[in-house]
């Protein structure tokens, strides 16, 4: 158990629906970091937060967008879904930012886009 | 553009062997590297890392190699154990970034008793 936890863990929905991943990080991360990983795809760097600011963006699509609270949990917004979205979605926090700080990754939310 | 390769999709090996998974690279400005491991409904988890100024990391029995001219890393089993068994995941970083990490496509290792 990395102490990441991600909810929900399977998530089945339709075309233009919108959807709501929740990251809550291990305690006393301040990082917060979202990965794609699609069908045999390596995972995909989306979006990184630290202490509540946003501090790197990937390849993110602008129908997605995320935020962390104040209680540092994140939540990553999908909206106008399409199929190509359907994808396993991980969360990841470290310490700091960095590379030197170890991510640890949460067990992932699974989307289903049908 | 995939900066980070990893071009076998799998391997297998028998126990006690040694494994060896490959990973390729083209921005020259990667200058630190991991391997993660990953187990099926399992987020990845750390493995071990190597910095650029080295080309050699080892802990227990997994060791890193870099070649920084070929661009090249890789990853030593040794002796693999068939719970070794997973997905690994090779990754790359700029330290001067703030640690965002671009993915290989991974290569399942499949260690046999």
Redesign the interface.
Known sequence: D?G?TQTPKHLITATGQRVTLRCSPRSGDL?V?W?QQSL??????LI?Y?NGEE??K?NILERFSAQQFPDLHSELNLSSLELGDSALY?C?S?VA????????????TRLTVL | DQQ?K?NS?SLSVQEGRISILNCDYTNSMFD?F?W?KKYP??????LISISSIKDKNEDGRFTVFLNKSAKHLSLHIVPSQPGDSAVY?C?A???G??????????TTLQVKP
């Open positions: 990395s990441v990082s970091y990965y045999d795809q390596g995972l995909q760097f990184q630290y501090r790197a990937g991980f990841a470290s930012t960095g590379p030197y700080n170890e991510q640890f990754f949460g067990p992932g | 980070v990893q999709p630190y991991l993660y409904a399992e987020g990845p988890t750390f995941f990754a970083s700029n330290s970034n703030t640690g965002k990490l671009i993915f290989g496509q991974g």
